[in-house]
């Protein structure tokens, strides 16, 4: 029995989908599973990573474990450790290994910290940015079409969520083979923020524009959609993506067997979010 928590998330779906295909039995750890229906073979279990009688109910019987970084992940990576879990794949973040200090790297860092110090066999998946941060976009394409962001040019090789639940569920599946890595997992392309609109322009059949805002006023936003220290980190990595000349492209070809999928792919699969 495999536990996937973040069930419901970009990434946490796909591992419950990729696991249940390939027939191992799923249990669908979140606070809200209902927002899905997951199908035969998976069973949903409502809990708070922070409350460890849920941890504990959803831990019974579990040899595999998906974690994904949450409030609460703490206590829940204490009860993982006592449990019968043999071996754990944990969505960390590329932002580990940039020479930029941010606390999305620290906080990631800590974790695959307690992880390496515990008894169980481990593998991390170390994700670049997401597609699914252009969602950040959509309100102001369905409004006025005006994307407003600081750094517009600057470049990153975004993922889809979908190829890293593919990367997760095959080191999960496969823990002999993928026991100890730590592989960095980007999307195909490097694209900036002006290309990505480029492409969602033209997949929504409308025109769109981005406009090039102060840092200052792009820290309100955030600030005003996340936590101060995610806020900062969002922003110090956009700045040391401005910086870099030539993004790197590490995609999870090796691991997935299945070429990775394009922003305009990801773009055509979630255009009704956008329209
Ligand atoms: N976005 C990026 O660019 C990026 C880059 C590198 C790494 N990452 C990593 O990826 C993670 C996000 O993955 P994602 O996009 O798949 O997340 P997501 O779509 O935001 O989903 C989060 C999942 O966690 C569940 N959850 C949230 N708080 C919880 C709690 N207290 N107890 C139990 N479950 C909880 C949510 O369901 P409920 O709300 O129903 O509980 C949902 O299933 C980040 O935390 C970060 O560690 C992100």
Same mark, same amino acid.
């Given at each position: ?5 973040? *069930?419901? $998330? ?13 027939? #191992?039995?799923?249990? *669908? ?18 809990? !708070? ?14 040899? $595999?474990? %998906?974690?994904?970084?949450?409030? +609460?992940?703490?206590?829940? =990576? *204490? ?12 969505? #960390? ?15 990631? &860092? ?11 066999? =481990? +593998? %991390?998946?170390? &994700? ?8 950040? =976009?959509? @309100?102001?394409?369905? +409004?006025? $079409? ?8 600057? /470049?990153?090789? @975004?993922?889809?969520?979908? !190829? ?30 002006? !290309? ?8 929504? +059949? ?5 406009? !090039? ?36 492209? /590490?995609? *999870? ?9 394009? %922003?305009?792919?990801?773009? =055509? ?7």
């Amino acid at each position: 029995m495999h536990l996937v928590t973040g *069930a419901t $998330g970009n990434v946490g779906q796909r591992v419950v989908a990729r696991l249940r295909a390939e027939g #191992s039995p799923v249990r *669908a750890f979140c606070r809200h599973p209902e927002r899905l229906a997951f199908g035969p073979g998976v069973e949903p279990m409502a809990g !708070d990573m922070a409350d460890a009688a849920a941890a504990r109910a959803a831990l019974l019987g579990v040899d $595999g474990v %998906f974690l994904v970084r949450t409030p +609460g992940v703490e206590a829940f =990576w *204490a009860e993982v450790e006592r449990s019968a879990a043999q071996h754990v794949v944990f969505l #960390s973040s590329g932002a580990i290994g940039l020479p930029v200090e941010t606390h999305i790297g620290r906080a990631h &860092a800590e974790t695959e910290a307690r992880i390496r110090a515990s008894a169980l066999r =481990w +593998g %991390f998946v170390r &994700a670049g940015g997401f597609m699914s941060n252009a969602l950040r =976009w959509a @309100p102001a394409i369905r +409004g006025d $079409g005006v994307v407003r962001v600081p750094f517009a040019d600057a /470049r990153s090789a @975004p993922v889809d969520p979908r !190829d890293l639940g593919d990367a997760a569920a095959a080191m999960l599946l496969d823990p002999e083979r993928h026991s100890g890595s730590s592989p960095e997992i980007t999307g195909p392309e490097v694209l900036s923020t002006r !290309d990505q609109v480029a492409i969602l322009s033209e997949v929504l +059949g409308r025109p769109l524009r981005v406009e !090039d805002v102060p840092e200052s006023v792009a820290e309100a936003q955030l600030r005003g959609a996340m936590p101060a220290p995610m806020a900062e980190s969002i922003l110090a990595l956009m700045r040391y993506g401005a910086s870099v000349p030539e993004p790197s492209v /590490r995609t *999870a070809q090796a691991i997935t067997g299945r070429p990775p999928r394009t %922003f305009a792919q990801w773009a =055509w699969d979630h255009r009704e979010a956008f329209a």
